[in-house]
């Protein structure tokens, strides 16, 4: 059975840093894409970074220089680092698997992110 459990999310201030992490467990996590999205209220779900199996990396244009997407195959877990965080970045932050053809696309229940004062 195919899980990804979020975690570290919660209340920052601007400015401020947070390290999401992803535990993976059920499937082959070296053979598939990770990808981290965001969706905040009443907009739509946004891809925040991805990294593939050879950890090449994919960042947000939104993002980039603040956030960085990482991977530790031992452990089956996929890490989200951000920094400078900015009031707009607050969303529910998910986890996705996927790998080609795609279209199995795992998620996770995702974690709340909140950067207030």
């Known amino acids: 059975q195919v899980q990804l459990v979020e975690s570290g999310g919660g209340l920052v201030q601007p400015g401020g840093s947070l390290r999401l992490s992803c535990a993976a467990s059920?499937?082959?996590?070296?053979?598939?894409?990770m990808a981290w999205f965001r969706q905040a209220p009443g907009r739509q779900r946004e891809q925040v970074a991805m990294i593939t199996p050879s950890e090449g990396t994919n960042i947000a244009m939104f993002v980039l220089g603040r956030f960085t997407i990482s991977r530790d195959n031992k452990k089956q877990m996929v890490y989200l680092n951000m920094t400078r965080l900015k009031p707009e970045d607050t969303a529910v932050y998910f986890c996705n698997a996927d790998r080609p053809p795609w279209g199995e696309d795992h998620w996770g229940q995702g974690t709340q992110v909140t950067v207030s004062s």
């Open positions: 059920g499937f082959a996590f070296k053979d598939y894409y």
